[in-house]
């Protein structure tokens, strides 16, 4: 029998949010079994709790964000990607902004702080879906595709193509969940260069730099570029190189960006608030996507009978 988990003992973190800027305060907190993994605003008053569903899902544009009575939380899938792998089903998780902080970009702290140590078994059966037939979904607006298949037991492959020469075709592979930690927790988020301007242009990544996401650039920079970035992004301008990973020191594995991909890819699965026996491959998946098909998992698979066992 495989039963729900919650967290023993509080977690507390704090940080930046990655599109906002805003500084939030985050507690994690255990919660009886059937709750679920919901948000609440402490902000606000009253406070309302958001339920990290995928029907709650209002905007993927460069990250997942849920709102419910109009109280938003957004940047929700590092966090919820790590409690999914760690197997936490029941969590309460209270923050006194609307952005999740982005840390180092990765889910590292995250697992660490639960890790094992700080793991609570509850007396009820865990929700588990097992993949009996072939599953295909496919995104025609993105071109991403979905394929669950019959496996013994949860494992992803993720498959990206960029129109990059740095990055092209990547693959990560996840055969176990228990690998999570030491294959998936560190891969931090990435962007393009060219993407940086129009993102803080439009109001996006005014809480990122180049420690907390991987940026790639496929042309030399100019020395008016490099003083952008610097004073953008608080970054010593002698440590930006001209050309390739302009912060090569925070890269941790050659196909990190698939891997990070990867790492969203059960982030935003998690808002199914239910476990899979199978093996997921999503190819050139992204938020909006991942979304539309755990919503679709939902639609048409989670209302059937539900195994207990894994």
Same mark, same amino acid.
């Given at each position: 029998?495989?039963?729900?988990?919650?967290?023993?003992?509080?977690? %507390? @973190? $704090?940080? #930046?949010? !990655?599109?906002?800027?805003?500084?939030?305060?985050?507690?994690?907190?255990? &919660?009886?079994? +059937?709750?679920?993994?919901?948000?609440?605003?402490?902000?606000?008053?009253?406070?309302?709790?958001?339920?990290?569903?995928?029907?709650?899902?209002?905007?993927?544009?460069?990250?997942?964000?849920?709102?419910?009575?109009?109280?938003?939380?957004?940047?929700?899938?590092?966090?919820?990607?790590?409690?999914?792998?760690?197997?936490?089903?029941?969590?309460?998780?209270?923050?006194?902004?609307?952005?999740?902080?982005?840390?180092?970009?990765?889910?590292?702290?995250?697992?660490?702080?639960?890790?094992?140590?700080?793991?609570?078994?509850?007396?009820?059966?865990?929700?588990?879906?097992?993949?009996?037939?072939?599953?295909?979904?496919?995104?025609?607006?993105?071109?991403?595709?979905?394929?669950?298949?019959?496996?013994? %037991? @949860? $494992?992803? #492959?993720? !498959?990206?193509?960029?129109?990059?020469?740095?990055?092209?075709?990547?693959? &990560?592979?996840? +055969?176990?969940?228990?690998?999570?930690?030491?294959?998936?927790?560190?891969?931090?988020?990435?962007?393009?260069?060219?993407?940086?301007?129009?993102?803080?242009?439009?109001?996006?990544?005014?809480?990122?730099?180049?420690?907390?996401?991987?940026?790639?650039?496929?042309?030399?920079?100019?020395?008016?570029?490099?003083?952008?970035?610097?004073?953008?992004?608080?970054?010593?301008?002698?440590?930006?190189?001209?050309?390739?990973?302009?912060?090569?020191?925070?890269?941790?594995?050659?196909?990190?960006?698939?891997?990070?991909?990867?790492?969203?890819?059960?982030?935003?699965?998690?808002?199914?608030?239910?476990?899979?026996?199978?093996?997921?491959?999503?190819?050139?998946?992204?938020?909006?996507?991942?979304?539309?098909?755990?919503?679709?998992?939902?639609?048409?698979?989670?209302?059937?009978?539900?195994?207990?066992?894994?």
């Amino acid at each position: 029998m495989n039963n729900q988990k919650t967290i023993i003992k509080l977690i %507390h @973190f $704090s940080g #930046t949010g !990655l599109h906002t800027g805003l500084m939030a305060n985050v507690t994690l907190k255990p &919660a009886p079994a +059937n709750f679920g993994i919901q948000f609440c605003r402490t902000d606000l008053d009253p406070t309302l709790f958001v339920p990290a569903r995928s029907e709650n899902v209002y905007n993927t544009n460069r990250s997942t964000s849920i709102k419910k009575y109009d109280v938003e939380i957004i940047t929700i899938e590092h966090l919820l990607s790590a409690l999914y792998a760690l197997g936490i089903d029941n969590c309460l998780i209270e923050i006194d902004n609307k952005e999740i902080p982005i840390l180092d970009g990765s889910t590292k702290f995250y697992v660490d702080a639960i890790w094992n140590q700080n793991v609570l078994e509850l007396n009820q059966p865990k929700k588990i879906i097992i993949i009996k037939d072939v599953i295909e979904w496919k995104d025609e607006s993105t071109g991403a595709e979905y394929i669950f298949l019959p496996n013994e %037991h @949860f $494992s992803v #492959t993720c !498959l990206i193509d960029f129109p990059s020469k740095m990055i092209k075709h990547q693959y &990560a592979v996840l +055969n176990d969940i228990q690998e999570y930690k030491n294959e998936i927790a560190s891969a931090k988020t990435f962007c393009f260069l060219h993407e940086i301007e129009y993102l803080y242009n439009n109001g996006l990544i005014k809480g990122g730099n180049l420690n907390n996401a991987l940026v790639f650039s496929e042309t030399a920079l100019s020395k008016e570029k490099i003083k952008w970035l610097s004073t953008t992004f608080h970054q010593s301008a002698n440590s930006i190189p001209e050309m390739g990973i302009l912060n090569p020191l925070n890269q941790t594995y050659d196909n990190e960006a698939a891997r990070h991909k990867l790492l969203d890819v059960i982030g935003d699965l998690a808002l199914t608030q239910t476990y899979f026996q199978g093996k997921l491959i999503a190819y050139k998946p992204g938020h909006t996507s991942n979304c539309k098909f755990a919503q679709f998992l939902v639609e048409n698979y989670l209302k059937v009978e539900v195994e207990h066992s894994f």
